[in-house]
């Protein structure tokens, strides 16, 4: 996305490395983290001790996942854009610094601060609207961010909210021509995505480890259909090293006050 993105950093489970060990008893262990015990893409050294074994008793495993204790800051590995959509993305460590953050995405939108930021948050999964009151609200979130150079925050995942703002400003963008001038960003945690997005995600990563690219949840886990909506133009995706979490107002709060310092911001 830009220059800044060279100073930030991932976070994962270091609970667990590409080399540890699983009870043969037990192939389809899994980590507090969510993953399974032999599906770790951490490198470096691990919690579980190298001289135990797998048939040592002396290790006491974690019986559940504490983000200060269990998690390492990584460099950046997946990011890109997604095809045919332009959608940026970026995993990042869910403690990154507010100004590093801002300052990326300010890069990333050609320099220029934003004047005004509309956050568009809701957890419904459904609820019933006339089209007539959808292109309303969407018409006037887009005439408002075009007039105000503004940006637009949503939690970008496939829930009611996200899903009728990012459709409904992507159709803005394509009928009045506006495709580089609206900035509809998704801020959301990795954990929460699905499986198969994350896959994704790092599949649309140019040089991921081919041999990092596998499931790294049981078949049988009832994973949720929660996906990321293509149709905004960025997403950051807060990592704590854990899945099968969700995202709080920590990160979208320190964006927008972050955005508030900037001079030209109102």
Same mark, same amino acid.
Not at 20 to 46: A, I, M, Q, Y
Not at 166 to 183: M, P, T
């Given at each position: 996305?830009?220059?800044?993105?060279?100073?930030?950093?991932?976070?994962?489970?270091?609970?667990?490395?590409?080399?540890?060990?699983?009870?043969?008893?037990?192939?389809?262990?899994?980590?507090?983290?969510?993953?399974?015990?032999?599906?770790?893409?951490?490198?470096?050294?691990?919690?579980?001790?190298?001289?135990?074994?797998?048939?040592?008793?002396?290790?006491?495993?974690?019986?559940?996942?504490?983000?200060?204790?269990?998690?390492?800051?990584?460099?950046?590995?997946?990011?890109?854009?997604?095809?045919?959509?332009?959608?940026?993305?970026?995993?990042?460590?869910?403690?990154?610094?507010?100004?590093?953050?801002?300052?990326?995405?300010?890069?990333?939108?050609?320099?220029?601060?934003?004047?005004?930021?509309?956050?568009?948050?809701?957890?419904?999964?459904?609820?019933?609207?006339?089209?007539?009151? @959808?292109?309303?609200? /969407?018409?006037? +979130?887009?005439?408002?961010?075009? &007039?105000? !150079?503004?940006?637009?925050?949503? $939690?970008?995942?496939?829930?009611?909210?996200?899903?009728?703002?990012?459709?409904?400003?992507?159709?803005?963008?394509?009928?009045?021509?506006?495709?580089?001038?609206?900035?509809?960003?998704?801020?959301?945690?990795?954990?929460?995505?699905?499986?198969?997005?994350?896959?994704?995600?790092?599949?649309?990563?140019?040089?991921?480890?081919?041999?990092?690219?596998?499931?790294?949840?049981?078949?049988?886990?009832?994973?949720?259909?929660?996906?990321? @909506?293509?149709?905004? /133009?960025?997403? +950051?995706?807060?990592?704590?090293? &854990?899945? !099968?979490?969700?995202?709080?107002? $920590?990160?979208?709060?320190?964006?927008?006050?972050?955005?508030?310092?900037?001079?030209?911001?109102?």
């Amino acid at each position: 996305m830009g220059h800044s993105q060279q100073i930030l950093q991932g976070r994962t489970c270091k609970i667990y490395n590409r080399q540890s060990w699983t009870p043969s008893n037990d192939p389809d262990k899994l980590c507090p983290c969510g993953r399974l015990v032999r599906r770790h893409s951490f490198d470096g050294e691990c919690l579980q001790p190298k001289e135990n074994g797998p048939n040592s008793c002396n290790w006491t495993f974690p019986d559940q996942f504490r983000d200060l204790i269990h998690s390492v800051q990584v460099p950046v590995n997946v990011f890109g854009t997604l095809q045919p959509s332009g959608c940026k993305f970026l995993r990042i460590d869910n403690r990154v610094k507010s100004e590093d953050m801002f300052r990326l995405l300010v890069e990333d939108c050609g320099g220029r601060a934003p004047s005004l930021i509309l956050s568009v948050h809701g957890n419904a999964q459904n609820f019933t609207m006339s089209e007539r009151l @959808k292109n309303e609200i /969407t018409q006037g +979130i887009g005439d408002a961010a075009t &007039r105000t !150079h503004a940006w637009i925050l949503t $939690a970008g995942i496939n829930n009611v909210v996200s899903k009728l703002i990012g459709e409904g400003i992507s159709r803005y963008r394509f009928l009045r021509g506006y495709q580089d001038e609206v900035k509809c960003i998704g801020l959301t945690m990795w954990g929460t995505v699905n499986e198969y997005t994350r896959y994704e995600l790092k599949r649309s990563t140019i040089e991921y480890p081919e041999g990092l690219l596998h499931q790294q949840i049981p078949d049988n886990y009832q994973d949720d259909g929660i996906t990321i @909506k293509q149709n905004h /133009t960025h997403y +950051i995706l807060f990592d704590s090293g &854990r899945l !099968h979490e969700y995202l709080g107002d $920590a990160q979208r709060d320190m964006l927008v006050k972050e955005a508030c310092k900037n001079e030209h911001h109102t």
